[in-house]
């Protein structure tokens, strides 16, 4: 069983930046496709960013092209999401996930962190 440990959410105002990190404890993320959702209150599970076992092809939203970057660190088993420019609809609890497989944007991903909060104020 893999397990998955988001850190770095935050309270920030428009146009701040935070790093979220998600370090894994089993399994090297060499191994999974790797990628971050989130959730706002009342609202579905959405995609955000995603990148391959390799650490390319990587995969964003519409809606955070340009200001969110994902990449991955493997010596220290850690996958990262650059958040830039941050909008109040940035606003959500932000999840790391990692599945066997291609990338995918559907949350059809084999493990999950446990969510952290990233607050966005206008």
């Known amino acids: 069983q893999e397990q998955l440990v988001e850190s770095g959410g935050g309270s920030v105002q428009a146009g701040g930046s935070l790093r979220l990190s998600c370090a894994a404890s089993?399994?090297?993320?060499?191994?999974?496709?790797t990628g971050w959702f989130r959730q706002a209150p009342g609202k579905e599970r959405e995609f955000v960013a995603a990148?391959?076992?390799?650490?390319?092809?990587?995969n964003y939203a519409d809606s955070v092209k340009g200001r969110f970057t994902i990449s991955g660190d493997n010596a220290k088993n850690t996958v990262f999401l650059q958040m830039n420019s941050l909008k109040p609809e940035d606003t959500a609890v932000y999840y790391c996930?990692?599945?066997?497989?291609?990338?995918?944007?559907?949350?059809?991903?084999?493990?999950w962190g446990q969510g952290t909060q990233v607050t966005v104020s206008s």
């Open positions: 990148i391959s076992r390799s650490g390319g092809n990587p």
């Open positions: 089993g399994r090297p993320f060499s191994t999974y496709a």
């Open positions: 996930a990692a599945r066997f497989g291609i990338v995918l944007r559907t949350p059809t991903y084999d493990y």
